[in-house]
């Protein structure tokens, strides 16, 4: 979904490399099984416990943090490549993605650094920026990731991977890509909703406050209220009190945005501010994702960036 925001202390010099090999010999046939907390606008689930990946989990957030990862509509950045075999997805079931990220010596990569809770982040996104799903892959101990992923309308998908290598040449460097896959089948486009300020989830109402220009940092900030009122009982989630994701219509160019609200306990308040930069105009969907009483509320709207 430069677009993901984090500050730019966290910026990193990226490293000129040597493309992989072979992707083929970074796939095997095995992997673990998926666990997920994907979600669909309108739709809500239970939120996900945290993943056993032999991986500690950082809840304090890094708030006001920003990532230079360019728009993620790309296969291969300074010599990583998200490697998979599969250019087709089945439509109208439950399925699941395999893949693996190779550095630039062609091996498949296994030590990633934990952010906001997770060693890899994945996405999916229809080419007409329906059906989104987040979720949080495990990976095997040959570097082969296995993405659980609701069903797929028939159409064009895109498939994100947002993940910081702990070690080797992109070691501390933030990484979004992405590859396409088909899902067969009559494939009726959805018309983006238009432009607005307001979501409801769930009895939820979240409304975003701020003018956005591209290509420019600006303040943005998202009130959550029900029932007329400011909810304060927002939980942590990914290590903040909500999550936040934009896909740019036309080219689905990725960005991830990161509350300024520090974590301060069990529950938060219904003003969540964000560190907003957006690097092209037009209409972005944007998709918030908080938790309360246990239960993942994904909120999705259309903003439009001057």
């Given at each position: 979904?430069?677009?993901?925001?984090?500050?730019?202390?966290?910026?990193?010099?990226?490293?000129?490399?040597a493309l992989g090999g072979a992707l083929a010999l970074a796939l095997t046939?095995?992997?673990?099984?998926?666990?997920?907390?994907?979600?669909?606008?309108?739709?809500?689930?239970?939120?996900?416990?945290?993943?056993?990946?032999?991986?500690?989990?950082?809840?304090?957030?890094?708030?006001?943090?920003?990532?230079?990862?360019?728009?993620?509509?790309?296969?291969?950045?300074?010599?990583?490549?998200?490697?998979?075999?599969?250019?087709?997805?089945?439509?109208?079931?439950?399925?699941?993605?395999?893949?693996?990220?190779?550095?630039?010596?062609?091996?498949?990569?296994?030590?990633?650094?934990?952010?906001?809770?997770?060693?890899?982040?994945?996405?999916?996104?229809?080419?007409?920026?329906?059906?989104?799903?987040?979720?949080?892959?495990?990976?095997?101990?040959?570097?082969?990731?296995?993405?659980?992923?609701?069903?797929?309308?028939?159409?064009?998908?895109?498939?994100?991977?947002?993940?910081?290598?702990?070690?080797?040449?992109?070691?501390?460097?933030?990484?979004?890509?992405?590859?396409?896959?088909?899902?067969?089948?009559?494939?009726?486009?959805?018309?983006?909703?238009?432009?607005?300020?307001?979501?409801?989830?769930?009895?939820?109402?979240?409304?975003?406050?701020?003018?956005?220009?591209?290509?420019?940092?600006?303040?943005?900030?998202?009130?959550?209220?029900?029932?007329?009122?400011?909810?304060?009982?927002?939980?942590?989630?990914?290590?903040?009190?909500?999550?936040?994701?934009?896909?740019?219509?036309?080219?689905?160019?990725?960005?991830?945005?990161?509350?300024?609200?520090?974590?301060?306990?069990?529950?938060?308040?219904?003003?969540?501010?964000?560190?907003?930069?957006?690097?092209?105009?037009?209409?972005?969907?944007?998709?918030?994702?908080?938790?309360?009483?246990?239960?993942?509320h994904t909120a999705a709207l259309t903003l439009r960036v001057s």
């Open positions: 979904m430069s677009l993901v925001s984090r500050s730019t202390a966290r910026r990193r010099t990226t490293v000129a490399a046939a095995c992997g673990s099984p998926a666990s997920h907390d994907s979600s669909m606008p309108g739709r809500h689930t239970p939120s996900a416990a945290s993943t056993a990946q032999g991986t500690h989990h950082d809840d304090s957030a890094m708030p006001g943090m920003t990532m230079n990862t360019g728009d993620g509509l790309v296969t291969k950045k300074d010599g990583y490549t998200l490697a998979a075999k599969a250019a087709t997805l089945p439509a109208g079931k439950a399925t699941s993605y395999r893949f693996a990220i190779t550095g630039p010596d062609a091996k498949p990569v296994t030590d990633f650094a934990v952010e906001q809770t997770k060693r890899l982040h994945f996405y999916a996104i229809r080419s007409d920026l329906t059906g989104f799903q987040h979720g949080h892959p495990t990976m095997a101990d040959d570097g082969t990731w296995t993405a659980g992923l609701g069903a797929l309308r028939p159409g064009s998908w895109r498939l994100f991977a947002q993940f910081t290598p702990r070690t080797g040449a992109g070691k501390g460097q933030d990484f979004v890509l992405s590859r396409t896959v088909t899902v067969p089948g009559s494939a009726a486009t959805t018309v983006l909703p238009k432009a607005s300020t307001t979501a409801t989830v769930d009895g939820y109402t979240v409304t975003v406050h701020g003018e956005l220009m591209a290509g420019m940092a600006h303040p943005l900030t998202v009130t959550v209220n029900k029932d007329g009122k400011p909810v304060t009982d927002l939980q942590p989630y990914l290590g903040t009190y909500a999550h936040l994701t934009a896909f740019h219509e036309g080219d689905q160019a990725f960005a991830h945005l990161h509350p300024e609200n520090k974590v301060a306990g069990r529950r938060g308040g219904s003003s969540l501010s964000f560190h907003a930069e957006l690097a092209k105009s037009g209409n972005w969907r944007l998709f918030l994702q908080f938790r309360t009483a246990g239960t993942l």
